[in-house]
């Protein structure tokens, strides 16, 4: 796929430096950015065209599948012309080659690379392999960089239902995972004292998430809080109890165990960063 220039002679909307590329943006409202200017993209039916074709970049997406999520289901009579027209304004306001029509649908056709959607994730897969052969710093590096990338809630102007809901629930996850493993990198660099303010603000956020009871757990310990640490694991049973009947896992119940046996293992020695 080529990269889409955004310019025009048409549109005050459209960039007029004809090397710049646009970023579309869908880790927060639905965006897109040519250099540093944020582009008028018009009403929410029209963002949401932009991010469902941004879903699947370079494929064609039928018009009786973006109408019935336009309209959750029941797209009103002149649904194929208003979305002619949506599609009209997109490419006003994008460039004449971003949002192209194809047999009886459309297409966003724009480089993934242009996509934060892309880039996160690619950063995120980085940060992890990182985490698993032992480079810890590089990992946070990469990991911070990917929840750098992040302005709000996943396509937070238009997930109301339909594919759009899906994807925004399937990042929000991946965020908390990136968010996880970030904290995951700066335990194993020694940064337990620090993370154990962030900590207790999570899970009071995520009070479900059982990774970061146990993060919070292990920081307490390792920041010479012991009882702190115990009454945080009671605390992380009582709420998984309560309102999941759940046990804890078996990997924060041997974190216990280690603790009351003082059996933690300290923080490893660090490799190089990169």
């Not at 590096?141 to 759009?164: E, K, Y």
Request: one cysteine or more.
């Amino acid at each position: 796929m080529q990269h889409v220039l955004a310019s025009t002679k048409d549109s005050p909307d459209v960039a007029r430096d004809g090397n710049a590329a646009m970023d579309v943006r869908l880790l927060g409202p639905v965006e897109v950015v040519v250099g540093e200017r944020v582009l008028a993209l018009g009403g929410r039916k029209q963002r949401a065209l932009l991010a469902l074709l941004a879903l699947e970049p370079g494929h064609v997406i039928s018009v009786d599948v973006l109408a019935d999520e336009l309209w959750n289901g029941d797209p009103p009579p002149g649904a194929t012309t208003t979305l002619r027209s949506y599609a009209s304004r997109l490419r006003r306001a994008l460039g004449p080659d971003a949002v192209v029509a194809r047999g009886h649908g459309y297409a966003l056709e724009t480089a993934p690379e242009r996509f934060d959607v892309y880039r996160f994730e690619r950063i995120l897969r980085q940060g992890r392999e990182a985490l698993g052969r032992g480079a810890a710093g590089l990992a946070a590096d990469h990991l911070r960089a990917a929840l750098a990338l992040w302005r709000g809630p996943a396509l937070g102007d238009v997930a109301d239902s339909g594919r759009l809901a899906l994807e925004a629930r399937r990042l929000d996850e991946l965020r908390l995972v990136c968010l996880e493993e970030r904290i995951e990198a700066d335990l194993t660099l020694g940064h337990h004292v620090t993370l154990v303010p962030e900590l207790e603000v999570l899970v009071e956020q995520e009070p479900f998430r059982e990774r970061l009871w146990r993060q919070l757990v292990l920081a307490l310990y390792r920041s010479d809080r012991q009882a702190e640490a115990l009454a945080a694991y009671r605390r992380a049973r009582d709420v998984l109890a309560e309102e999941h009947g759940l046990a804890p896992s078996e990997e924060l119940a041997q974190l216990e165990h280690a603790i009351l046996r003082h059996e933690v293992k300290a923080v490893p020695r660090q490799e190089e960063r990169h």
